[in-house]
């Protein structure tokens, strides 16, 4: 029995277009979420599908400033996006995770509590960790010295991210354990009532926060 | 354009988000395995700005500064319809050698005198490539023979030790004795051929 994951192609050259006729918002970070809202995708994480990869085609016009989260990259394409002034990032989704996330109205609609998103397993937690993939796991520090060596390499300048008006948005980073942007895990999202509910006993907390 | 309920509440919530990212960054949420506890001893800084090795003599740092190169975009040759005929896929990177402040005045010197043929009458180190289809792996191919160029030029091979002198010294000298001994043998040949004279 593999465990081997398959992933949804997404080509840079669609990415870009999905930009441009506003199907997609570069003024947020983008992630699966943000990805399949676009309508554009279907994922089914029972079928061992772990998400998005980026795909090399239409690298050369790629030309959009975002802070993209996907769960495979390769080198050209995270070269193209850093020499837009963007930053990508690689992160892994568990089955369960990624259901909640790729469609989180029906997520909220069960009333359960948020997951904690589950750390790799062994075979894929040296591809995350690894700076050079600009893993979720991995060193910034490290990360930020793999940008300007590959910045060298695909000859570049590494555009200044304080001097953009958008630094937040192109900095902001989730937890390991979350699966939403602004959401943690062990909160009730109500979205009839439009309330929040969050856990209020010592034991569930310590558990959401570990 | 219609849109459904879930879709709009979706959008309500995607709207939203940027709100609450402020309201959570300023709350911080840090799961036991949130890379503060990872890498304890590092500063988390992804905008950590990079100091570039230095060249110094002969030791190229391999840092090429992108402000100091001219790269322009052209259309490659070859097969490829429409593609080819519209791209701009070949790259053409230009060095200026003498005013490259960054090398060494000695390297400079040694890139000069090797590659003289890839410099033009201006001064300008041409390097071009249009090995892919795509510009930017053709621009990174195009770097990648600059910097071999530049590390060639810079290597100096170490001197023969006493014992490849040695071994040279003694090649040289069987080669010699080699030559003479086979000349000596022809000069007996041809004179084997000769009528012999009996001087009485």
């Known amino acids: ?210 | 354009m219609t849109c459904s309920a879930p879709r709009l509440l979706l959008q309500h919530l995607t709207r939203n988000v940027q709100g609450l990212n402020a309201t959570l960054s300023v709350a911080g949420y840090k799961s036991a395995v949130s890379l503060d506890k990872i890498y304890p001893a590092s500063d988390l800084d992804v905008t950590k700005l990079q100091t570039p090795p230095k060249t110094d003599g002969l030791n190229f740092s391999g840092y090429v500064p992108m402000n100091k190169v001219q790269v322009t975009y052209s259309r490659s040759n070859g097969p490829g319809g429409q593609n080819v005929n519209k791209i701009n896929t070949k790259v053409d990177l230009r060095l200026q050698v003498t005013t490259a402040d960054w090398l060494s005045p000695e390297l400079k010197e040694r890139i000069a005198k090797k590659y003289k043929s890839s410099i033009t009458a201006d001064g300008f180190l041409v390097v071009r490539s249009d090995k892919t289809r795509s510009q930017q792996l053709n621009l990174a191919d195009a770097m990648d023979k600059l910097r071999h160029m530049i590390h060639t030029a810079a290597y100096v091979p170490p001197p023969p030790s006493a014992e490849d002198e040695e071994r040279a010294r003694r090649r040289h000298e069987a080669s010699v004795r080699e030559r003479l001994r086979q000349k000596k043998a022809h000069s007996l040949l041809k004179q084997g051929r000769q009528i012999p004279q009996w001087d009485e």
């Open chain 1, 1 to 210: 029995m593999s465990l081997k994951l398959s992933y949804t192609p997404l080509c840079m050259g669609k990415l870009q277009m999905m930009i441009d006729t506003n199907r997609l918002r570069c003024d947020v970070p983008v992630d699966v979420t943000q990805l399949m809202a676009t309508g554009l995708f279907s994922i089914s994480p029972q079928q061992k599908e772990g998400g998005f990869m980026l795909e090399n085609e239409g690298i050369d016009h790629f030309k959009a400033t975002i802070n993209i989260e996907v769960q495979w990259a390769n080198e050209a394409v995270i070269a193209s996006v850093e020499r837009n002034g963007g930053f990508i990032t690689t992160a892994y989704f568990d089955p369960l995770s990624l259901t909640a996330a790729i469609k989180p109205v029906e997520f909220f609609g069960r009333g359960i509590a948020i997951p904690r998103r589950m750390l790799p397993p062994q075979h894929l937690i040296d591809y995350y960790s690894d700076p050079k993939n600009r893993g979720y796991l991995a060193d910034p520090a490290e990360v930020a010295r793999e940008r300007f060596l590959l910045a060298q390499k695909y000859g570049y300048e590494l555009p200044d991210v304080n001097a953009s008006p958008n630094k937040d948005i192109l900095l902001e980073r989730k937890d390991p354990r979350q699966i939403f942007f602004g959401l943690e895990p062990g909160w009730v999202v109500n979205l009839k009532d439009k309330v929040i509910l969050k856990p209020t006993d010592p034991e569930l907390k310590e558990h959401f926060a570990s």
